[in-house]
């Protein structure tokens, strides 16, 4: 069962151009994490424990909820907007994407886009989040979601 599933996830993932196969020799290869999310579905994660040694750190510092909170000051309206696969929206470059491959029963497959695992993708998908959002007045990411408020139901 477990199998039927792991294979109908890479499927997806491939289908979405999340990972390819690789079918060449490869300097790197790991094994994945396979995490059950509450909802049943598998999320395919890299351990890539050696790797982390040779990997450049980005340097993020996520804003505080006080310093949100503060911002939200006079707010009345609030919604929320969930950033799910959120890492699965920052490409790798070629080179990057040669050093997540990984074993599976089905063969070897490498990442396209930004895997969970890789120790520094929380800090990359908080900076880009951050910019893309940082001249929008009323609307603040936070972790894996993005919160949208507003002071009055005045329209845009």
């Known amino acids: 069962m477990l199998r039927g599933k792991l294979k109908q996830e890479l499927d ?18 790991h094994y994945p994490v396979i995490v059950e999310k509450p909802n049943g579905k598998f999320r395919v994660c890299l351990h890539p424990r050696e790797l982390k040694k040779y990997l450049e750190e980005e340097q993020y510092q996520l804003p505080t909820w006080e310093e949100i909170s503060s911002r939200l000051h006079g707010a009345r309206f609030f919604s929320t907007l969930g950033a799910n696969q959120g890492y699965w929206q920052i490409p790798l470059d070629f080179e990057s994407s040669r050093l997540t491959t990984f074993n599976t029963p089905f063969g070897r497959y490498r990442f396209l886009r930004m895997a969970f695992g890789i120790h520094s993708a929380r800090d990359v998908f908080h900076k880009r989040i951050n910019h893309l959002f940082e001249y929008l007045e009323g609307v603040e990411p936070d972790i894996d979601d993005i919160l949208v408020w507003r002071k009055n139901d005045r329209r845009a």
């Open 12 to 29: 997806r993932m491939e289908k979405e151009q999340v990972i390819v196969k690789v079918d060449k020799p490869a300097n790197w290869v």
